[in-house]
Nanobody, 123 residues
Framework: QVQLVESGGGLVQPGGSLRLSCAASGTIHSIDDMGWYRQAPGKQRDLVATISSTGRVNYADYDNDMKGRFTISRDNAKNTMYLQMNSLKPEDTAVYVC??????????????WGQGTQVTVSS
């Protein structure tokens, strides 16, 4: 079996930083695209950023400021994706969820989702 587990969330003061991790475990041949999403209270889940297996990144367009404050990365050797969040704002408060297209063999791929980690930005 393959599982995604997020970690690194918590309570942060405005202007602070946080680094989220998303680790895939189990029998894995390779991981294609990975991505971070977030869902604020009372709102739909939105894309934060995606990153390909070769490190190509795309950030969401709905928040121009977020692109400059957030950095997505991955370590293929560890099957782990990261989201570095700097200069955090109260509006960044949300449950952050990771997704990964996992191959258990070269011909089979499935999209997995983690359970999410809560990020709360408040003074």
């Amino acid at each position: 079996q393959v599982q995604l587990v997020e970690s690194g969330g918590g309570l942060v003061q405005p202007g602070g930083s946080l680094r989220l991790s998303c680790a895939a475990s189990g029998t894995i041949h390779s991981i294609d695209d990975m991505g971070w999403y977030r869902q604020a209270p009372g709102k739909q889940r939105d894309l934060v950023a995606t990153i390909s297996s070769t490190g190509r990144v795309n950030y969401a367009d709905y928040d121009n400021d977020m692109k400059g404050r957030f950095t997505i990365s991955r370590d293929n050797a560890k099957n782990t994706m990261y989201l570095q969040m700097n200069s955090l704002k109260p509006e960044d408060t949300a449950v952050y969820v990771c997704s990964a297209d996992v191959r258990t063999d070269p011909l089979f791929s499935r999209t997995l989702w983690g359970q999410g980690t809560q990020v709360t930005v408040s003074s």
